[in-house]
């Protein structure tokens, strides 16, 4: 893949890593290199079409941390919601277990 191709901003901002911009057609040239930098050097691949984006390659590691960051987030608005209600925990851990026991 030709680099001169691919903008690259080595800058962090805050704890984010860096990224580089790759259009579809030079990524489909060094798919694989592109593969390697993002997991060897924590970077972020932003895929455009047409100078937009459209994708983005990261490690495995931070598509990991997103999600779980993702289901803590979705945890702590279904807790909130609850909190908002008069449900108690043993209510919703007996009506869940309840469901559970449906399915199997």
Excluded: C
Excluded at 81 to 103: D, H, M, P, V
């Amino acid at each position: 893949m030709n680099r001169n191709n691919v903008v690259i901003n080595n800058n962090y901002i805050g704890d984010h890593m860096k990224a580089a911009t790759v259009s579809i057609a030079e990524g489909k040239k060094g798919f694989s290199r592109l593969i390697q930098d993002a997991s060897q050097n924590k970077e972020e691949i932003i895929i455009t079409r047409r100078g937009k984006p459209v994708a983005v390659i990261i490690p495995y590691e931070e598509y990991q941390h997103s999600k779980k960051a993702e289901g803590y987030r979705k945890i702590m608005e279904a807790r909130d919601t609850f909190l908002k209600t008069s449900i108690s925990a043993n209510e919703i851990y007996r009506e869940s277990r309840k469901q559970l026991e449906k399915r199997h």
